[in-house]
């Protein structure tokens, strides 16, 4: 493990120290204003996670007509595809014409649809770790404070593990 390595699961492990043992070295008055103000501030955070989510799922409900359609086209596409095949020989400009329709209705349903699925996974993808990071830090016995020590030592683990490569 190379010194910069070394050095940075230190700082790590250093903050997670600091801020596990305020638990121990500070009065109880202190700790519980400060655990109170980080966890208003979580909880803030996980309000404004929860309205981002809302957001995302009424944006897909107002779309889903429009993601319903999407399949309807790509069915169509489909069924002209399938068509194109008992197209007979001599009719070479309807067989192109309805290959490039089916081509289109395909290429256009999974346009509409991908991308309206996409942005309602990626909203999901993005809130999900945030609202589990601040369930756990204001769900947290010790209060939050520790809850972020208990954070920092966590990663400065994860970092001793990859760097060492076992």
Known sequence: MAPEQSLLIMKWQFAATILMG????????????????VKNYFQAMQGRVDDDVKQALSKFKSKLFGVLISFVQIAIG????????????DSILLFVG????????????????????F????????????RF?????????????AAIGFMCLMISFYLRYSYNGI
């Open 78 to 89: 489909v069924g002209l595809f399938l068509i194109s095949h008992y197209i007979g020989e």
């Open 119 to 130: 942005d309602l996974l990626t909203s999901f993808g993005i809130a999900a770790p945030f």
């Open 98 to 117: 309805a290959l490039i329709a089916a081509f289109f209705f395909i290429i256009a349903g999974f346009n509409f649809a991908f991308t309206t699925v």
């Open 22 to 37: 305020l638990d121990y070295f500070i009065s109880d008055g202190f700790r519980e204003k400060a655990n109170l103000y």
């Open 133 to 145: 990071l601040t369930t756990f830090l204001v769900g947290s016995p010790k209060g939050p404070i």
